[in-house]
C-alpha cells in the first residue's frame, strides 16, 4: 500500500506530488500516456499535430460533444469530427506542450459576485479563498517552475510579494518594439508577458534555444516549465516516488465511505491492476477527472463519488475570446528583422482588464504572437485566392510568398467563460470506450455575455494592428471553445449542496479524495489556467503535509 496514490502528472498532480514527496511521503502516480524526456522531443508537426502520437487513440477512447443548433442540443461524436479533447497524456501531461503565457489572476478575480454582482443566466460565485492567500504560490511557482520576465507597471496589476520574475526576460523580436510605439502613441501599455521559459538555465534544464515551436511542441532543452521538467525529473531519484505510465484509471473504488483503491488497466497489456492507498488526488485535466468520479459509482455514491450533490460534471469552463491577425511584409517594416527567426513577441494588452461601460465591466487580457510555424499548415491554407483554387506555379509561388516574404502577427483575445447550467460533463451508457467505460459527455453551452467582452477587447488589438501599419486585418470572437483550456467540473465552496470540494480541495463527502487540477476552480479569471493550477497544487499539498499525522499518516 502507497500513501498516495495521484491519478495524473500534470500541472495539478505535479505541484502536490513535489510537496508530498519532499516531506518523505510515499507517493504513486498513475499515468495513461508514457514517458517522454527531452531527448524524445522533435519538431515533427505531423507526429504532433496530425497524429495522435501523445493523445489516445480514437479506437480507443473519445468524447461526445453537445452543441447547440437550432434550438436543439446535438450530440456528436469526436471519431466522426476527429477533434480531440485529450491535451497531451504523457508523463507532465498538457503542460508539456503549453506556450507558457503566464499571467496572474488578479484580486478581483477570487470575487467576482461580490464586485461586480449576478449575471442572468450565469453561477457566478465568489472563491472561497482570496488572493492574499494564493500569492505565496504564485511567487513558489516563479522560482521552481521558472518564469522569466519583467514585470510592466499598468492599472490593475496584481499585488506582488518580489519586484521582479526571478528569470529576466526573454530575446524578443524586432517587432515587439514596432507594438511599444504603437501603444504609446495610442497611449496603451503594451505589457511585457511573462512566460514560464526559462531565459537561463536552471539545475539540469537548460535555456531557451529560440527553435520558434512552443506551442503544441514538447521542448527539448527542458526550458519550458511542463509538470514533467521542472518538478518530477527532478525527483526520479527519490525512493518515495513511483511513476506507473500506459495505465488507465477507469474508476475508484469506495468502501466505507472512504476510497480504497484505483482500479486501472494497463494499455499494453490490456491487463487491470488495483492500487491500494491512505490518500488518492485526482489530477487527469477538468472532463475527464469529472469524468472518473461520475464512472466510479458505489452503492454509497450510486450517482458517482463524491456525487451525492449532483454537482460533479456542472459548471465546467473554458475560455472565452478569440483570435485575430494583421500581416507584415517589406511594405511596412525592414525585411531582415521582419524575417528574424525564434525569438518571442511577449508583448500583451491588460489595460481592459476591468473597463467603464457604463458601469463597471470585467473584461480580459490579448497577447501578442506570431503565426505558429508550422509549415504545413501555413502551405495549405494558401491554396484558395477567394473562391479559386490554386495549382501548379501559381499555388508555388504563393506559398513562397507566404513563408519567405511576410509575417503573420496574430492576437488571442482572453476573457472569463462564464459557469452556466449548459455546460457541463455528464456520461452516457450507449458511448463507451474501449475498456467497456462511458466516455465523457461535454455539453458547450457559452453565455452571451462572454461573446460581448471578447469584441470589445478584439477592437482594442486591432487598433493596435493598424496603428502598426499592418494589412488585412482581421478578428473573429466565437463561443467555440478552446479544448486545450478547461477548469471546472468540481467546484470548491463551503456549501457541500453546491459544491464537490472544500478550500482545500477535499471531497467534501470523501475524506481521503483530493481533486488538484482546475476542476476546483469556480470562475477562470481572463488568464490561461496553468499558473493558477500550478499554484494551488503546491497550496493543497502543503495542506496535505501539514495534517497528514493527523488524518492519514
Given amino acids: 500500500m502507497y500513501d498516495v496514490c495521484i491519478v495524473g502528472t500534470g500541472a495539478g498532480a505535479s505541484g502536490v506530488a513535489y510537496k508530498l514527496v519532499e516531506a518523505g511521503i510515499d507517493v504513486v502516480m498513475i499515468e495513461r500516456g508514457g514517458f517522454y524526456q527531452e531527448k524524445d522531443f522533435s519538431k515533427d508537426e505531423i507526429a504532433y499535430c496530425k497524429r495522435e502520437i501523445v493523445t489516445p487513440p480514437f479506437k480507443e477512447s473519445y468524447h461526445t460533444i453537445e452543441d447547440l443548433e437550432d434550438g436543439k442540443w446535438v450530440k456528436t461524436s469526436t471519431r466522426e469530427t476527429e477533434s480531440t479533447y485529450f491535451n497531451g497524456n504523457i508523463v507532465g501531461g498538457s503542460s508539456n506542450f503549453m506556450s507558457g503565457y503566464f499571467h496572474r489572476m488578479k484580486p478581483k478575480d477570487f470575487r467576482l459576485l461580490s464586485e461586480f454582482g449576478e449575471i442572468k443566466g450565469a453561477n457566478v460565485v465568489d472563491w472561497v479563498v482570496d488572493y492574499k492567500e494564493f500569492e505565496p504560490y504564485f511567487e513558489e511557482v516563479e522560482r521552481l517552475v521558472g518564469v522569466s520576465g519583467e514585470v510592466t507597471p499598468y492599472k490593475y496589476h496584481e499585488p506582488r510579494s518580489t519586484k521582479e520574475f526571478p528569470y529576466p526576460r526573454l530575446d524578443e523580436h524586432p517587432i515587439s518594439a514596432k507594438i511599444d510605439e504603437a501603444c504609446k502613441k495610442l497611449n496603451f501599455v503594451a505589457y511585457k508577458t511573462p512566460r514560464a521559459i526559462l531565459s537561463q538555465p536552471k539545475g539540469k534544464r537548460h535555456n531557451c534555444y529560440y527553435s520558434n515551436y512552443c506551442g503544441s511542441y514538447g521542448c527539448s532543452s527542458g526550458a519550458k516549465g511542463s509538470a514533467r521538467a521542472s518538478l518530477l525529473q527532478p525527483l526520479l531519484h527519490k525512493k518515495n516516488l513511483t511513476i506507473i505510465t500506459h495505465a488507465f484509471v477507469k474508476q475508484l473504488a469506495e468502501k466505507n465511505g472512504k476510497v480504497s483503491e484505483a482500479v486501472y488497466v494497463d494499455t499494453k497489456t490490456k491487463k487491470e491492476h488495483r492500487i491500494k492507498a491512505k490518500l488518492f488526488i485526482v489530477a487527469c485535466q477538468a472532463v475527464e477527472s469529472s469524468r472518473l468520479l461520475l464512472n466510479s459509482k458505489s452503492k454509497k455514491f450510486p450517482n458517482g463519488l463524491a456525487n451525492n450533490s449532483n454537482q460533479v460534471g456542472k459548471n465546467l469552463l473554458f475560455s472565452a475570446g478569440g483570435i485575430g491577425h494583421g500581416q507584415f511584409d517589406t511594405t511596412n517594416m525592414n525585411f531582415k528583422e521582419l524575417m528574424e527567426e525564434g525569438t518571442f513577441v511577449n508583448r500583451s494588452l491588460c489595460d481592459w482588464y476591468f473597463y467603464d461601460d457604463n458601469g463597471i465591466k470585467k473584461g480580459g ?170 499554484a494551488n497544487s503546491f497550496r493543497v499539498g502543503d495542506y496535505i503535509v501539514a495534517n497528514w499525522d493527523k488524518y492519514w499518516g
Avoid at 378 to 389: T, Y
Fill in 365 to 534: 487580457i490579448v497577447d501578442f504572437l506570431f503565426e505558429h510555424a508550422n509549415p504545413i499548415s501555413k502551405a495549405i491554407k494558401q491554396r484558395f485566392d477567394g473562391s479559386k483554387l490554386l495549382w501548379g506555379k501559381e499555388l508555388q509561388d504563393r506559398i513562397y510568398h507566404k513563408i519567405a516574404k511576410t509575417k503573420q502577427l496574430n492576437f488571442e483575445v482572453f476573457n472569463d467563460w462564464l459557469p452556466t447550467d449548459n455546460c457541463f460533463v455528464s456520461v452516457d451508457e450507449k458511448y463507451k470506450d474501449a475498456y467497456r467505460m462511458p466516455v465523457a459527455n461535454i455539453r458547450i453551452g457559452a453565455h452571451k455575455h462572454d461573446l460581448e467582452v471578447g469584441r470589445f477587447l478584439a477592437k482594442k488589438a486591432e487598433k493596435v494592428l493598424k496603428t502598426m501599419g499592418a494589412k488585412n486585418i482581421t478578428s473573429s470572437i466565437s463561443s467555440a471553445p478552446p479544448p486545450n483550456l478547461q477548469a471546472g467540473g468540481c467546484r470548491f465552496g463551503n456549501d457541500p449542496k453546491t459544491s464537490v470540494l472544500n478550500k482545500h480541495c477535499q471531497a467534501h463527502e470523501v475524506s481521503n479524495l483530493f481533486v488538484t487540477d482546475g476542476s476546483f476552480m469556480p470562475t477562470g479569471g481572463s488568464v490561461t489556467y496553468t499558473w493558477t493550477i500550478y
